[in-house]
């Protein structure tokens, strides 16, 4: 036996397996389920320090503004609706004259400790971008029944996208679910879920109680048809889209 | 290169590496094989010039071990993952000995370059439902007459029920083709494992 083929062999195999776009897009979308803990994680840590200059401001606007606004020099009304921030209740802490004064050496020290946070943001922003790009080019229509996101987060479980077309409806229905589920199991409760990532599918988070089982059920049949369709090569967006909206008029 | 039999000192194991001329210490904890000869199996029939087929060999710690005690055999290591694979074709290109092969254990039969070849010993670590239908399968196509099997069974892959019935029902069905020389149980290192050493019939 010569090593030498069989060495050939399998750095051929590997990098066919590791370069298909579907372990690309698990290995990029696992960064980005992860990031957003470690990015809470230090903005509380930067609000140890910030808390006594802006009291209450993060009730009142999301991490990234807040970062942006102790990027300013001064802080005025017209700086503020430079950024896009027209919540008149960041006006009034701003000047209820309760916040205290810190030296110059630690405005800096803050300064750079919100641009870090920024940073962060941008990666995990540019990251997600970068996965929903190749998800869309490769499974157009798997991508349109169910939303880019909850396709990306569908192959993370999965784990691959040979192993998600093998799956039954039922259980791409549950997708997500597996720790209530088999919690059901265990207790003998009959209440058992009903869906699992697909609760935030666009069609479904706005319906009764009563709808919300049907639709999922239902659109987890045509999720499988779809993944089908994207191995195999056809495109069948337009007949699952009349499908899905003539079914939910009813 | 690093060629040099196993030590044994104080208790432990090592292999000596001769490049750098340093113990390498084997740990227990992460090698069934070490597991067990720290258990106290008295035979292993992994010999200098033996060839062996490793079934599950990951990023192939214990083969790196094994290479050292095989110095003129080769071992072929087998793994589905191309992910681990990745890091033991590294340490394939280290070791003259080591052979990969990326690959379904199950299938073995569809690997056109294994074909007519005969081993040694073969080395099952695959944790699956079907562990010694594995076994059983790459013994009748690989296994020379009178050749030897290691098998780590991992009765928690088969099922939660209680481990001695496992054990037994496997027994049961290795006895057909196999005659079984030792087996041993590796508690404080591997929780529910139990290894099995035997001869073919």
């Known amino acids: 036996m010569d090593k030498k083929l069989f060495l050939e062999k399998t750095i051929k195999d590997l990098k066919v397996e590791l370069e298909s776009p579907d372990q690309r897009i698990i290995a990029l979308y696992q960064i980005v389920d992860k990031l957003p803990k470690n990015i809470n994680e230090l903005f509380e840590q930067l609000r140890v320090v910030t808390d006594t200059i802006y009291p209450n401001l993060e009730k009142e606007i999301n991490v990234k503004d807040y970062c942006k606004i102790l990027l300013l020099e001064k802080v005025t009304i017209e700086e503020l609706k430079k950024i896009g921030i027209t919540n008149t209740k960041v006006i009034e802490i701003i000047d209820s004259g309760v916040s205290i004064t810190l030296e110059e ?20 922003e540019e990251l997600e971008n970068q996965a929903h790009t190749i998800a869309e080019k490769t499974y157009p229509t798997f991508c349109s029944v169910t ?57 479904i988070i706005n319906k009764t109680k009563k709808d919300k089982g049907r639709i999922a059920r239902f659109l987890a049949g045509k999720i499988v048809i779809a993944i089908k369709a994207d191995i195999s090569g056809k495109d069948l967006r337009k007949e699952l889209s009349e499908k899905i909206s003539k079914k939910i008029k009813e | 290169m690093s060629i040099k039999n196993l030590i044994r000192a104080d208790g432990n194991f090592y ?26 199996v008295n ?23 094994l290479s050292d005690i095989v110095e003129k055999g080769t071992i072929y290591g087998v793994d589905l993952s191309p992910h681990s694979m990745q890091k033991f074709v590294l340490l394939c290109k280290e070791r003259k000995n080591l052979v990969p092969v990326l690959f379904d254990a199950n299938k073995l039969e569809d690997y056109d370059l294994l074909k ?44 939660q029920k209680n481990t001695r019935d496992i054990i ?30 035997g001869k073919k019939k």
């Not at chain 1, 050496?105 to 400790?113: C, D, T, V």
């Not at chain 2, 060839?51 to 083969?63: F, Q, R």
């Not at chain 2, 439902?129 to 098998?151: C, D, R, S």
């Open chain 2, 168 to 197: 037994e029902n496997e027994i049961k069905k290795l006895e057909k083709d196999f005659e079984i020389t030792e087996k041993r149980r590796l508690d404080p290192f591997e929780k529910k494992h139990m290894i099995i050493i």
């Open chain 2, 43 to 65: 035979f292993l029939p992994i010999k200098e010039d033996s060839i062996v087929l490793y079934l599950g060999c990951a990023e192939g710690y214990t083969c790196s071990y």
């Open chain 2, 116 to 159: 007519g070849l005969k081993v040694d010993v073969i080395v099952q670590d695959v944790a699956q439902k079907n562990q010694v239908e594995i076994l059983n399968k790459n013994a009748l196509l690989f296994l020379k007459p009178n050749g030897y099997f290691i098998l780590s069974l991992k009765t928690t892959a088969i099922s």
């Open chain 2, 15 to 40: 292999t000596l590496d001769l490049n750098t001329k340093e113990k390498r210490l084997w740990e227990p904890t992460r090698s069934k094989v070490c597991a067990a000869l720290k258990k106290g």
């Open chain 1, 147 to 203: 939303g880019t996101k909850i396709a990306c987060q569908m192959l993370v479980i999965a784990g691959s996208i040979s192993r998600l077309s093998r799956m039954p409806s039922s259980t791409i229905q549950l997708l997500g679910a597996e720790k209530s589920l088999f919690k059901s199991i265990k207790m003998g409760n009959k209440k058992t879920p009903k869906y699992g990532l697909l609760f935030n599918h666009s069609l």
């Open chain 1, 105 to 124: 050496k630690e405005k800096k020290l803050i300064k750079n400790f919100a641009e870090n946070i920024l940073e962060l943001i941008k990666i995990k």
